[in-house]
């Protein structure tokens, strides 16, 4: 292993410690969702039970609608994180992201800590590497690659300007990205998303990417995890360190990120993810024009220290809600739910 | 006594305990009363002492617009709070409900704890039963029973979808309630109401239950005893007790739902429930479009512990704020309270 | 001294004990000028020391727009407050309020209390008395006594209909008082004005004052010293005690209370009094339609516990804080301070 | 050293040790840009490397859009603070103001305090007189020689009417100033400009200044460093501390008066200061209107205690802020930054 995968893979665990145990959650900016607030239907004219989850999701029906966030790979114990996630995905039914791919992409040593589908054989896996790559010798033979190792059934690209600003060894030349997305889109043989990795991507850029041939989005807003903070964790710099305090209130939140884009923009498939706590806020989010719901943090603890079946009472858990949710406004179906006007903007 | 009947009057028990020793306040939401304040009258023009509670309900002349709301009945011990309330109902001229009659409609042995006309000879009493049991065997045939065993003035069906849905052992099928409900609305000899729980009722559901030929409606709006934390302490399963957390902002207020609700319908009488906490807050109620105002978990310690002096001076004090409210803004009579353009938005 | 009188006293002594050691703020109304603030003028070209505090009150000049409120008399120990007060009066130019005068109606024995003219010779002093009496026995005579016992330049109606409520000995029948009102107002050698003692006037109860004869008003609004406060403490009553807490919003705040009488009425003289905080909170008054402002109970700790001096001390501490605030925006007198345009209602 | 002087030194000293060691942040104001928020742009199209902070002031191209604000002088530790913030100022190319010249116009002993162009040779300097000199004596002449001790590129006079009146020994006559400073900055060889010390500016009043000639403007507005509470720690006069507490909320915040002033005029260079706390806030200003964004206290520390190397890294530290600011919103250059529509208010 050379001095570069060393690093690297030094960053994925620390990554993973500080996000199991430090205060990560963003402080100034709240996802949004909490402005917004279901009208109950006290006649919901539905049977508990009848409520049906399903949706389409890339073209194919789906039993859910929810994703386990890009979150990890590339180390034995990322391996073990992902393989949980993966036999609880399949499980439930519901779809998969894998953390960044680079370190598997140029060391074949560590590709398995990617390769899950064996657990997961018949849910959307989705592989993961950063779009600024594109500026540092990356392009569609790479992505070829990601897809590859990971059997996946899509590519997403991540946005992650800020946390390579606050990175002390950050590839921060985000010039001239967008053709070289679109290159890579064209190519491809799977759908090739972008997602950001928490500070949220707005309607103007959504067009942007929908007009380069990006098939899906993941718009991985503000209110949850925040990598500013996360970077400042590990930072040995004092003054990136001290920068970070002036950046607590960054980010479009996940709510007004989700509501530009599904007003800028005809992607068939959206995602929202970026501190969903629960049900309820999923249930939101799919009013609101998520076709996806995200989870990335929630689920890490169960992930990281206990074994699938924490993991899947998790699952179970946010469904629950969601369920619950629907049956509050009467809602038996994905569909019946998305066309609701039982969701209001709390009045201040 | 079999099996079936022993767990509901554990529940019944489970419910009493709770809501008098635990935190069943609902948390994130409010009754919204405190958007609205009075605008004080320096020069009222009226005598204290001549200012007139008197009011109609149910067609008929009444000495206040107060109801002692539906909460109990099917133990030993809820038969001594049923009659305590009784006696100071009568005593004070207040409506009095009853909790749901379930128990009592299965099993004769239990019927007693809800015949309580004997202490209240005058005044309305409200049979009450679970709307949601016509998916479950009932129908005419028992809501005739339960008024027979009250001998009751009018019943009252009980909507509670969420409290169902977060109860392990809860009837939640709520499909196609509302032809049957429209039934026995036209079958019984009494006016047959509609009311909720906690989590209110709508202006667009309250004008189903209208064309469905109810007769009156309890908001029983959100922002008082929330009926999934009760059921929280109830809970022996992990996941409904987490997920009650995410449900902490459910339902609408009942100063929302009252405004709905007279907005939309032309019922002859609504009942504001849910959170009142006071005289004033009854007042606002009933400038907002409230007939009567409903009392439920604040009167329970003194019902619960205590004997009917206890209740009565309860009663006596909300009465003595209503007065002092009506004073405050010169209004001598409950149609000049509804008449009042002195209730004012409060402007943040 | 008979038994009515001993209870007059007592009540007397109770309220300023209680207003000196009690939390008698209101907790829930505030006074609304913290909703204002002034614009700065960098560039105010005037001479600090040329700023000018004279005004016109009751068509006369006046020193300052400023007065003693209304508080007490009836005992030895409010004549020596009153004494007190009234020399830092003379000393500062501020017209002077005495608390009500029916003790000294109707006992010739404390009629020196509120005499405290020679140490006030030059200001105007205002004669007190509760406009409720005339429903118990009160007329023009009981006015003219009060007025002569005082020397007074002005007698002063106050309207307390919540304090006479929560006070169990209250006088509560406030039916037709507004033609007694104008007799008085007709027949009275000296001005006749009417307040409230810390619930506010509105708009359309001034047109009404005004219509009636009355030729100035203290708003006297909520924000301040509240009475039902005050009267629970006095309170052996449970009832009472409790239900004060009903009424912590209640009244109408003093800003807002002032512009509405501004905007409905077209009285001479408005005075603004109600929880006023200082110079600035003053000019903020003026700015908004108050001719003179009148400070009550933060002037009562120098009144009863110190000498003259100290109340000096508090006067002049509350002029500079007027200057300064004029100085801020560039007023060099009283008229220029009502004609700004630098007052701002904050935003939310 | 003659009475004055001596009392002139002493006051320079406790501005400085109260300024490091007591709370004289503006409690009730803040500057109003935390009201405002960067919308995040996930595909920035940059190179953070290429970023490129370079401006225009005074008519000549600068490395930088930063001041140091005017702050000391006078005595020798206010040299050490100024030779300090000099070198730092020249190694990071950030204009440098000085703190009040009066002193050294009227004490050749002391004109050192203010000659630190050897430390700066090439950035902007500016001298700094008080406006209200000219009311006392003040002209052209002490104008030119300030401009002379410090080898100033400019000079700019304050405004500092609440200092002054807060201030026992204050110079308050800011009587017809206007037509005085018309005059100086029709003499002067250098650009005059104007500033206020933490009250802010507004739109009215640099209109008028604008029209004397005034070439540039610091609006130096409220929400950081409040002379009233300096001056307060320093007074032995009771009233006038107590009433500071009344003028806690007094001020033009900087972002309200940067938007009034950029409104209202067409000053070719505006500075912003008044509670910058970072790069981010400096970003915000830059797209509200400001040309150069000033800094004082939050250097004062690293300026007082210890060397030039710890004042750098503050400065680097708030330009890393600006740059990363940029970066978020894809703003390459200072005159993108300023075009752009991704600052939004922050809806309540
Ligand atoms: C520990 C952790 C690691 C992550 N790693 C990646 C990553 O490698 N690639 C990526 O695209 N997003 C990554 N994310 C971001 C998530 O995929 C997702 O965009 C984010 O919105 C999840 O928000 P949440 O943690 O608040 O639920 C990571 C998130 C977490 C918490
Ligand atoms: C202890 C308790 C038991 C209750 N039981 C019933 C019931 O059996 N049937 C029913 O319709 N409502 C029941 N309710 C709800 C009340 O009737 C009413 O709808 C509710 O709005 C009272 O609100 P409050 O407790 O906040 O005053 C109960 C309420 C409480 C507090
Ligand atoms: C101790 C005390 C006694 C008062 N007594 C009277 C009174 O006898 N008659 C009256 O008209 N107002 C009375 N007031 C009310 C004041 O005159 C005035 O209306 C009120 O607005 C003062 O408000 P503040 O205490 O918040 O400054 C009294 C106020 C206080 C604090
Ligand atoms: C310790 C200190 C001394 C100051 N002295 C002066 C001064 O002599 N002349 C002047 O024009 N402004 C003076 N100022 C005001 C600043 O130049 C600037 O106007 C102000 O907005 C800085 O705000 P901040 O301290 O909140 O960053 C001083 C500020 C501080 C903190």
Redesign the interface.
Known sequence: MDEKQNLTEKRKTEHIDIALNKEVQSRNVTTGF?RY??????????????IDLSTAFMKKGRRTPFLISSMTGGTERAYQINRRLAMAAEKMGWAMGLGSMRAAVENEGVAYTFNIRKYAPTVPIIANLGAVQFNYGYGTKECLRAVEIAEADALVLH?N??Q???QPE?D???????PKIEEVAASLPVPVGVK?VG????G??AK??REAGIQFLDVAG?GGTSWIQVEKYRSKN???E??A???Q????STADALIEVRKETAFENIIASGGM?????AAKALVLGADVVGFGRSLLPAAADQDEVAII?KL??IE??LR??M??IGAGTISDLKATNRLLKIE?
């Open positions: 909490e607030s279901f009208k109950h239907n006290a006649l919901p004219e539905i049977n508990f039970r009848d946005l300007s800020m390579e600003a606050f950050g921060t030349n985000f010039s001239e990205l967008l950001e500070m949220g991507i707005d103007e850029t942007k990417l503000a004092k003054m990136r001290q920068a305090e002036a950046f209130q960054w980010g479009l706590k629960n049900g309820v806020d009472s179970e858990q629950f809600e619950a949710a049956f509050g201040n």
